[in-house]
């Protein structure tokens, strides 16, 4: 067993220097910069408020705090007064390839936020883990053969006979790949795989994932003998799912089905796990959407999910023993919240990029022939479109480009599944005036109920009253993200020394 101080984090102090990763001249020239003119320090603070947001937005102004009860102003904050003169707000970004250490507060909070919804707390009642749950995962179809990793070290493709496409191009492929390379997720056959429906099916996937939600409503009504419209006074259906970029650049939907009973969140469901599971395997492969045509010669697409759906029990609703798997898969849920598609949207890989181009391509092909040239503009930010083009259900295909047509939300759930996201980032903003109201009174924070004051419902009762101006974003000078990087990663790994210290040396 170790203790406290002998186990300290290696981390700190002097002896361990922040790890910088490669630096070019100009950002080892600003680092010195700084420290040659006394700058660093009141960068720290800056990178210490800001989280070490590696692009945070600067913003100019002041705003008053005024308690609504007395019209008094109880605080001012200055941007002038921040350690360099501008007030430096984290970017926010859920993706851990743009900011690493937003997206890790992205991650925390829906790891908040899963969990409650499978213990309780935060207003969820505590009973709700005796509520049937199930680990779905819904999958896209095959749209031709592509690169692999497969179990017990399977080659990817192997084949005895050579096997040729119409263009000439190899259909076997003897490699194991290992999962950085760029391969994998690739098409064996560019020309063969059918890119454009595998992009007009991620374009529907959230209205696939909608309309999955109404089959399993009505099967599990039908398999309760009821209307549809009575399930609610019989039974409660809520999840939270996370949509996954696979190595193809098609979505997977991991979600936390749970079965409530009528009056919600631990209220005893009126059947157990595997009868939910029959029922969202049924729903899962009877859904669909018929897909319009992108143009005249285009055709109709019915669209469904892949073959591959699972239907994982994590908890029959009878007993909670099984505490661990939830914790581990509310984990997963959440680290897969912050993933991109492709490791760096900036470097993207080539068969990734091959999608984007064909987004573009094909909202411009959707909206051709228009006498105003919308399709010019198809593939812009905010695309200007003439009334006609504006209700094309392809007209915004090539806006969500970078995305490779995927226009779902990366983490949603049914509004009664647990609490939301703005109530946890309510409960933080709360919490952080608290804390400055006590250091203010030279008080100790009362910590009393402090849980269920900060996510209360209730009016606010302070109102903030600014005014500010848009600097610009990132850090001003070269060398100030990497230091933002470098102390990222070095409070990352603090949390997960943490972490360890945790498990392995229980309070
Ligand atoms: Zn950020
Ligand atoms: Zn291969
Ligand atoms: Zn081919
Ligand atoms: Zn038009």
């Known amino acids: 067993m170790t203790t406290g101080t002998s186990g300290g984090f290696r981390g700190h102090g002097p002896q361990a220097p922040l790890d910088l990763g490669e630096l070019g001249p100009a950002q080892v020239e600003s680092i010195v910069g700084r420290l040659a003119d006394g700058t660093m320090p009141a960068l720290a603070g800056a990178l210490a408020k800001a989280s070490n947001c590696v692009h945070p937005v600067r913003l100019v102004g002041r705003s008053e705090s005024v308690d609504l009860r007395t019209g008094e102003i109880v605080s001012t904050f200055r941007s002038v007064d921040e350690p360099m003169g501008l007030l430096y707000k984290p970017c926010g970004n859920r993706r851990e390839a743009v900011c690493p250490s937003c997206s890790r507060l992205y991650a925390r909070d829906t790891f908040e936020l899963i969990s409650t919804g499978l213990h309780g707390g935060k207003g969820v009642p505590a009973a709700v883990n005796a509520n049937p749950l199930l680990f779905v995962t819904l999958t896209a179809p095959s749209f031709g053969p592509v690169h692999r990793i497969r179990d017990g070290k399977e080659p990817c493709h192997p084949r005895t006979r050579l096997a040729m496409c119409p263009h000439g191009r190899r259909l076997t492929c003897w490699a194991n790949h290992s999962p950085d390379d760029p391969r994998v997720g690739a098409p064996l056959c560019g020309d063969c795989y ?22 399993l409503r009505r099967q599990l009504a039908v398999e ?3 209307r549809d419209r009575d399930l609610k006074h019989h039974a409660r259906l809520e999840y939270a799912k996370v949509a996954e970029f696979q190595a ?5 939907f991991h979600a936390l089905v749970r079965m409530d009973g009528p009056d919600g969140a631990g209220s005893p469901a009126p059947i157990g796990a595997a009868m939910l599971q029959h029922a969202v395997g049924h729903a899962a492969a009877a859904v669909t959407c018929t897909a319009l045509p992108l143009d005249d010669r285009d055709v109709e697409r019915i669209l469904r999910f892949g073959a591959q759906t699972h239907v994982r029990i994590v908890r029959e609703g009878t007993v909670a023993g099984d505490e661990i798997t939830a914790e581990q898969v509310a984990g997963y849920l959440a680290k897969y919240s912050t993933k991109s598609a492709g490791a760096d949207p900036e470097h993207l890989l080539p068969h990734l990029a091959r999608l984007t181009e064909f987004c573009r391509a094909l909202s411009a092909r959707a909206l051709a022939g228009c006498p105003f040239a919308c399709e010019e503009r198809a593939g812009d930010r905010h695309p200007r479109l003439c ?3 504006a ?4 007209a915004l295909l090539g806006r969500w480009a970078s995305m490779l047509g995927f226009r779902g939300h990366f983490s949603t759930k049914s509004r009664r599944y647990s609490v939301t996201l703005g109530a946890l980032r309510r409960a933080r903003r709360r919490f952080q005036s608290l804390a400055v109201d006590a250091r203010h009174r030279a008080t100790p924070l009362d910590t009393r109920e402090l849980e269920q004051r900060l996510m209360a419902d209730d009016e606010e009762t302070t109102l903030v009253v600014g005014s500010w101006t848009y600097d610009g974003s990132g850090w001003p000078r070269p060398g100030d993200k990497a230091l933002a990087d470098a102390a990222a ?4 790994e603090y949390a997960r020394w943490r972490a360890d210290q945790r498990t392995t040396n229980p309070a």
Do not use: K, M
């Open 489 to 492: 990663s070095r409070a990352r």
């Open 248 to 252: 193809r650049g098609l979505v997977h």
């Open 194 to 215: 059918d890119t454009v429906s595998a992009i007009v099916w991620q374009w529907h996937a959230p209205e696939l994932w909608r309309r999955f939600t109404i089959a």
């Open 387 to 389: 009334g006609a083009c």
């Open 224 to 226: 309760l003998g009821l």
């Open 391 to 394: 209700h094309n259900p392809y």
